[in-house]
């Protein structure tokens, strides 16, 4: 195998699980430092002097970022051990919060969102290459209740940009305030993760791996679950309002009710993966967002239309987590599987919403739910992919990546 860490044998089922909580609270830190740079960033457009046009330029910086940084993950985390490595990208994630705000124009801001998402993107590798490490200990589903604590961090940070925005705070304060805070948080909270590192003398990997075949298959399955992810919460506002023409207030609603039932979604997703299984889980999910789109598409009125965005969210939920979970489980090297599907996903949530614009300026926004259906019903057709073949299960842990004692 790819991967071992020092000291296995003295890993309980009590320490995974206090492992398994220190991980959950890095994915919160995650999320937060999310939330709480997308409710400034009209406080960053206006201190920039961005138009519409060149603030679309610029967000899509840290997606770019991101899916450039996301392939030397692994060779990081071989350099310097899973943990390790995870406290420092973590680290310069939460600080990199700090620099949208001090950018004085678009070049700037530009530069500061590649930098903020290309630690965005490698500490995600890493975070979610122990996660499938600790699965495989526990022996059952546990990547979707992660991801649904990075939704809770998402919350818990956009409910402190709303208040820091209602006060009227300046955005270079509240995130400096926020980055020492989470960067706090972050380091504490990777004391108790595993450490997953790599055998003495195992060559490393490529500092930019190509993503095996595998994760090009996976990552076709999660491209289809954020893109219907990123349309809904970019687009279901402007959908209400426009289209069935909902109360502005009404149709911001929507966008945090589909961010609610996505959290709740994930959290609970664990339990209906342990009892029906991976592949079972996302066909129904895929009926789900098919049936969520299709009501979008002939909604009349705005609450058969809320109800479709709600089943799209409850579709789509849990098939990332499980994507990142099947990569890590589909060959030797965790974090190079899942840095494929990540880039592939994390390219899909960049082209969503501008694909959807363009189709419905050619056509309308009816048309454009017509395509997220299509794709939402691709989660049906190709859900087999995340079987996963590499279960815990079948290997005993002084096979595959050991780990050291949290906190070592």
């Known amino acids: 195998m790819a991967e071992y860490a020092a000291g296995a044998g003295d890993l309980g089922p009590e320490r995974v699980r206090r492992a398994r909580i220190a991980l959950g609270a890095v994915f919160c830190v995650h999320g937060a430092v999310t939330g709480s ?14 138009g519409a046009g060149q603030l679309g330029l610029a967000l899509a910086f840290p997606a770019i970022g991101a899916s450039l ?9 071989h350099r310097l051990g899973a943990r390790n490595a995870l406290r420092w990208l973590l680290a310069l994630w939460t600080l990199a919060l700090t620099l949208p705000s001090l950018a004085p124009g678009l070049a700037g801001l530009c530069a500061a969102l590649f930098v903020y998402g290309a630690t965005a993107g490698t500490s995600d590798v890493v975070m979610n290459a122990i996660g499938v490490e600790v699965e495989n200990r526990m022996e059952r589903s546990i990547m979707s209740g992660l991801h649904g604590m990075w939704s809770v961090g998402a919350l818990i940070g956009s409910a402190g940009g709303t208040l820091a925005a209602h006060l009227d705070t300046d955005a270079r304060v509240h995130h400096a ?16 993760v595993l ?3 790599s055998r003495p003398g195992e060559e490393p990997p490529p500092h ?70 991976a592949v079972p889980t996302v066909r129904t999910g895929g009926a789900l967002a098919t049936a969520g789109g299709l009501l979008v598409v002939v909604a ?9 965005f709600a089943f799209i969210g409850l579709g789509v939920a849990v098939v990332v987590p499980l994507a990142f979970a099947a990569a890590g489980h589909s060959g030797p090297r965790p974090a190079q599987a899942i840095a494929g599907v990540a880039t592939i996903t994390y390219t899909s949530g960049l082209i969503a919403p501008s694909a959807l614009g363009a189709v419905a300026d050619a056509t309308s926004l009816v048309v454009s ?3 997220v259906t299509v794709l939402a019903f691709g989660l049906i057709v190709g859900a087999g992919v995340l079987r996963p073949a590499g279960r815990s299960g079948a290997k005993s842990p002084a ?9 070592t």
Do not use: N, Q
């Not at 399955?221 to 954020?226: D, P, Q, R």
């Not at 009349?300 to 479709?308: D, E, Q």
């Not at 096979?399 to 906190?407: L, N, R």
């Open 37 to 50: 740079f997308a409710t400034r960033i009209p406080w960053i457009a206006d201190h920039a002097g961005l």
């Open 69 to 77: 940084a996301m392939p030397v993950a692994g060779a990081i985390s």
């Open 177 to 192: 305030f926020a980055a020492a805070v989470l960067t706090v948080l972050g380091l504490v909270a990777c004391r108790g």
């Open 195 to 197: 450490d997953v590192r």
């Open 208 to 277: 930019f791996a190509i993503p095996p075949k595998s994760a090009v298959i996976i990552g076709a399955i999660g491209f289809c679950a954020v893109f219907a992810e990123g349309a809904s919460l970019d687009w279901s506002a402007v959908y209400l309002e426009d289209v069935l023409g909902a109360s502005p207030a009404l149709a911001a609603a929507s966008t945090t009710a589909f961010a609610l039932t996505m959290a709740v979604a994930r959290l609970s997703g664990d339990r209906i993966v342990d009892r029906f299984g």
């Open 300 to 308: 009349s009125h705005p609450a058969v239309a809320l109800t479709g």
């Open 369 to 371: 739910f017509g395509l």
């Open 399 to 407: 096979d595959g990546p050991a780990v050291a004692e949290p906190g």
